[in-house]
Every structure is written in C-alpha cells, then in structure tokens.
C-alpha cells in the first residue's frame, strides 16, 4: 500500500477500495450492456470492465491505450473536454475524431460529488445505444463513485497534510506530536515497513500519476529553492523495494525532464521518519550529481554522498580555495581526469582505460591539476581534499 493526497491514486494491494471501483463500474456495465472504463478527472485510469473478446468492436486505440498505459493522450483529452464534460451533470455524447486519434463515437458519465468533477466513466458508443433508463440508472452508480473518490480525497489530503508535519518539526515535542498525528491518521498501518522517496526537482502542485498511491507533501531544500516531493511507502520486507521503485520512477517521471529521485533505507514504525527523509533527499540529490547511480538511486548505494550530502553549505559558500581554480569551466577536462584517477585510487592504467587517454597524456593532466590546486597528488590528505572538493562540487 503507498499513500498519496491526489484522487488519482487508488491502489490497496489485497483488494480494500481498487476493488469497490471496480464493482462499480462492472455494474454500469451490466446496466448498459457494453464494457465501461473509470479514469479520475487527471485522465488516468482507476478500473475497467471486462469485454469479451470475439467482440472486436469493445476495444479501439485510444481504449486499448488507457488500459495498457493508465492513462489517455494530451490530444484525446483536450478533444473530450472540448465538449464539456468538466462541466457537464449528466451523460454526454462524443462523436469520433481520428485526427484525435478517437476511432469510435463514445458515452460519458461525469462522476461528481457535491458539484465537483472527479472523474469519467467512458463508454463506445453504439446503436442502438443505452435507452435514457439505463443511462439515467447508470449516472445513479456514477454518484456512488464520486462519493467514494470525494471520501479518498479528503483521506489523501489528511495524510499528506500530517506526513508533511512530521518532515518539517523540529526535534522534541513538535515531532513527537506530528507522529503521534500521523501514526493516528494511518491506523494499524503505522507500524509497519514503510521507506521514503524523494523526487527532486518538483514543480509544485498536486501530484497526478495514475497507480502510484503515496502519501505525499512538498517541502523545500534548505537555501536551493527547490521544491521535493516526499511519498510514503509501504513495504512487504526489506529486500522487496519494487513497490517504492517503481512509485519513485513514475513520480519521478512526472516531474518532469532531470527530475531525480532517492529511497531511504526500510524502517518500521514512524519514529525514524525523519531520518528517512534526510536519506531520501541525499540519495536523490546525488542520483542528479552522479548519472552512473541511475535516475532513482538508494541510500544504500551513493558510497561518498552519504556524508557529502550531510555536510551544512550555506548557500553562498565558495569551494575550497586550492581547488577553486580547477572548477572553472575551462578546466572542466582536468577536473574529470583528477575525479576519475581518485575514483580508480590512483590506478594510473585504470583511469587512462576510462578516459580512453595515454598514460602519458595521463600524467601530462595530473601534473596540470597539482600545479592549479597547489596539492600533492602524492599525499594522502591532499588527495582526501581534492577528491572531496569535485564530489561536492557535483551537489
């Protein structure tokens, strides 16, 4: 189970609400004789009702899509809002646009509660089509769904609001109280296997990716004016992190171009929620400095960054003064050479492999850095410095 404040969102592993939505929409089926589909007001799909397949016609591309991807094209959607249905009570019919990429005339039923839309329930259209009785009985189960998605909602809203409280108090009493708030909010669930992830950069606003439930909060980085998401996720066991991977991957994806995102290391309980946080921003931030540890990288696995990315920098902080000068963009060749030889511990035929350099030209470099940085490739506290320095400069 992950948890997350947007509707869209909807997966309880073993059954739980996934499987209310989906009775739902078999029974507009059953009501209209023809296979439905329920997507949230986001496009993305949430259930879909069987169809038999000898019947060729129950199925064209932009359907076929939904169900296979969780959600429709920009074109499909902007077409299908052209006609009004984010404003719409009752049933609305859609005429074919293959341009659009819609191949067959469709049925909608606004899902609404409390005259807001939540969501749609998608019909093929065909003759003789659902008389009004049917449409009208079908709309009825329509405004059951919304209730249900309005109840997930608010639940959603409520624990992203006390998940977010807990990654902001400070130590004592504040955090005690803001996991004492969450640990109420989510009931028996509290106490078991739970990881972090974190996706930076965010770019604000309600997350909206179909089948990745998650509790979730933006927070800010200190000084950086980035803003992160953080979703909550529980696990099954320790070694089993698929659930939280592929939550990070398609949260991470949503973000957008150069978004990153890290998992914390599996704890139980709340208490450590802090922690993880702090272990899932560093793991996203080095996954953004360091391209080999992949787009979602674990604690577990950034080596150096585990202490780098805990080191306080203020903002305006220069690098250190010996290695300033091999920073700048016209050094950029030199400082990768003295990263990848410190990287190799000095194997001079390793890094030449790596560069794809002669050890020659190798040298060559080598004597360059340590005449710009005045440090002695040589000793081992230069070298401690320097290779320190490059990795912090990444972050």
Not at 96 to 116: I, K, Y
Not at 118 to 123: A, Q, S
């Amino acid at each position: 189970m992950y948890w997350i404040s947007d509707i869209c969102l909807k997966g309880c592993e073993n059954g739980g609400v996934k499987g209310d939505y989906q009775e739902l929409v078999d029974e507009i089926s059953a009501l209209l004789g023809a296979p439905a589909t329920l997507e949230n007001r986001d496009f993305g799909l949430v259930a879909f009702g069987a169809h038999d397949s000898d019947d060729d016609t129950a199925m064209d591309p932009v359907r076929t899509r939904s169900i296979l991807t969780r959600r429709s094209t920009p074109a499909v959607r902007a077409w299908f809002e052209g006609f009004g249905i984010t404003r719409a009570t009752g049933p609305v019919r859609i005429p074919a646009a293959p341009e659009a990429g819609v191949f067959r005339d469709r049925v909608c039923l606004p899902v609404r509660h409390r005259g807001v839309v939540l969501g749609y329930v998608w019909l093929l259209d065909a003759e003789p089509g659902p008389t009004d009785g049917q449409l009208s009985a079908a709309m009825d189960v329509a405004a059951r769904i919304g209730a249900l998605l309005a109840d997930e909602e608010r639940a959603g809203a409520d624990l992203s609001r006390e998940f977010g409280a807990v990654l902001v108090a400070g130590r004592g009493w504040q955090r005690d109280m803001a996991v004492a708030a969450l640990h109420e909010a989510l009931t028996s669930d509290a106490e078991g296997l739970h990881t972090v992830a974190c996706v930076i950069p965010w770019p604000g606003g309600t997350p909206s990716v179909p089948m990745v439930p998650s509790a979730a909060a933006l927070t800010t980085l200190p000084g950086a004016g980035v803003h992160a998401l953080a979703a909550l996720v529980r696990l099954r066991s320790p070694e089993a992190l698929d659930p939280a991977t592929t939550a990070a991957e398609r949260l991470r994806t949503a973000a957008g171009p150069g978004a990153t995102a890290g998992l914390a290391a599996p704890r139980r309980g709340l208490a450590e929620l802090a922690d993880s946080w702090h272990e899932a921003l560093s793991a996203a931030r080095a996954a953004s400095a360091e391209s080999r540890f992949g787009p979602v990288a674990a604690w577990g696995a950034i080596g150096p960054y585990r202490m780098l990315t805990a080191l306080p920098r203020p903002p305006e902080s220069a690098p250190d003064p010996a290695v300033l000068p091999l920073l700048a963009p016209s050094h950029a060749e030199l400082a990768r050479t003295a990263e990848v030889f410190l990287d190799r511990a000095g194997q001079a035929s390793r890094t030449a492999a790596e560069l794809g350099i002669h050890r020659q030209t190798l040298y060559y470099r080598l004597g360059r850095v340590q005449q710009l940085t005045g440090l002695d490739l040589n000793d081992g506290e230069d070298r401690l410095l320097l290779h320190m320095a490059l990795k912090a400069a990444r972050l």
